[in-house]
């Protein structure tokens, strides 16, 4: 018996549409043909989605923020472009670029406080 890795990977969001429009303009992640009820899945891989909360989780009573202590990154063909769009665009950029062994590298905050880096495998 071998786990692979990760093979699915879900946010759950305040606003289901509102997050799947973020990743869609600001990302540019399209969505994927098929998609369990309450959730938008992105054409990823491994697959990526967001989600409405499951029942009993209060997204507002979490502190820090959703997602604190996980690490989520997306390959990028060009960080520093993806960067100044979203800077443009006035998403908050918690690590500015920097470079260094993956990459150019910086980490911007979604509309429900996950810290998402983005870096392009250099």
């Not at 992105?42 to 997204?59: C, I, K, N, Q, S």
């Not at 990154?73 to 920097?98: E, K, M, N, S």
């Amino acid at each position: 018996m071998t786990v692979t890795g990760p093979d699915f990977i879900a946010l759950q969001v305040r606003d289901l549409e509102k997050a799947a429009d973020f990743y869609e303009s600001r990302l540019g992640l399209q969505r994927a043909p098929v998609a369990p009820p309450h959730a938008v899945v992105f054409a990823t891989t491994p697959a990526f989605a967001v989600r409405e909360p499951l029942p009993g989780l209060d997204l507002d009573a979490v502190t820090p923020q959703p997602g604190a202590g996980v690490v989520l990154w997306f390959g990028a063909d060009d960080a520093q472009a993806v960067h100044d769009r979203l800077a443009a665009d006035g998403v908050p950029i918690t690590v500015p670029p920097f470079d260094g062994p993956f990459g150019r590298t910086f980490t911007f905050t979604d509309p429900d406080g996950y810290a998402v880096t983005i870096h392009d495998r250099a």
